[in-house]
T-cell receptor
Framework: GAVVSQHPSWVICKSGTSVKIECRSLDFQATTMFWYRQFPKQSLMLMATSNEGSKATYEQGVEKDKFLINHASLTLSTLTVTSAHPEDSSFYIC?????????????????FGPGTRLTVL | RKEVEQDPGPFNVPEGATVAFNCTYSNSASQSFFWYRQDCRKEPKLLMSVYSSGNEDGRFTAQLNRASQYISLLIRDSKLSDSATYLCAVNAPDLRFGAGTRLTVKP
């Protein structure tokens, strides 16, 4: 499988500060990356789709001004949690989409980063 | 209706048991289906893709029923190391996950 890295792996910050999380596809180019959030004992929830060179598409209920996404290159997307509050504490996971063809088979795969655990005090 | 619905579990089974997880999806145009495994405080890892004809990988068998919009995962001869949360995922067109089913295999 392909490799996706995420940095930092964990962060603790004070309420009101902003936190930036980076997601990188290390061995392939990804025009599309995704940001998920997972609260304890709950499923992964898609927050937004990050498109290289254009604006991100946010899921319903996700505030775009609070969760800023930038996808400036084919291997890097960033998520900035602005003015973080304790309720933003969660596990944030990115994934990168890899598409292509293998013979006549069209594949569309997503590979996940290791996640970032955010704790806001 | 949720896009992907999954047995809530939890499933607690003894070693060697056979266990099955089910998942339904709402978008009939979905083309790709997957089972992921997620260990505690880790990211999901792809366990297997699910193909129309059904597919097997060792002790794991996945099946797809397009008419009923249903996928399943069967684990035979379960091991302690199979304990994890199993997530089904459907491309609709982007990957949407079920809530996950927690499996605990006990000695």
């Amino acid at each position: 499988g392909a490799v996706v890295s995420q940095h930092p792996s964990w962060v603790i910050c004070k309420s009101g500060t902003s936190v930036k999380i980076e997601c990188r596809s290390l061995d392939f180019q990804a025009t599309t990356m995704f940001w998920y959030r997972q609260f304890p004992k709950q499923s992964l929830m898609l927050m937004a789709t990050s498109n290289e060179g254009s604006k991100a598409t946010y899921e319903q209920g996700v505030e775009k001004d609070k969760f800023l996404i930038n996808h400036a290159s084919l291997t890097l997307s960033t998520l900035t949690v602005t003015s973080a509050h304790p309720e933003d504490s969660s596990f944030y996971i990115c994934s990168a989409r890899r598409t292509g063809t293998s013979g006549s088979y069209l594949y569309n795969e997503q590979f996940f980063g290791p996640g970032t655990r955010l704790t806001v005090l | 209706r949720k896009e992907v619905e999954q047995d809530p579990g939890p499933f607690n089974v003894p070693e060697g048991a056979t266990v099955a997880f089910n998942c339904t999806y709402s978008n009939s145009a979905s083309q790709s289906f997957f089972w992921y495994r997620q260990d505690c405080r880790k990211e999901p890892k792809l366990l297997m893709s699910v193909y129309s004809s059904g597919n097997e990988d060792g002790r794991f068998t996945a099946q797809l029923n397009r008419a009923s919009q249903y996928i399943s995962l069967l684990i035979r001869d379960s091991k302690l190391s199979d304990s994890a949360t199993y997530l089904c995922a459907v491309n609709a067109p982007d990957l949407r996950f079920g809530a996950g089913t927690r499996l605990t295999v006990k000695p």
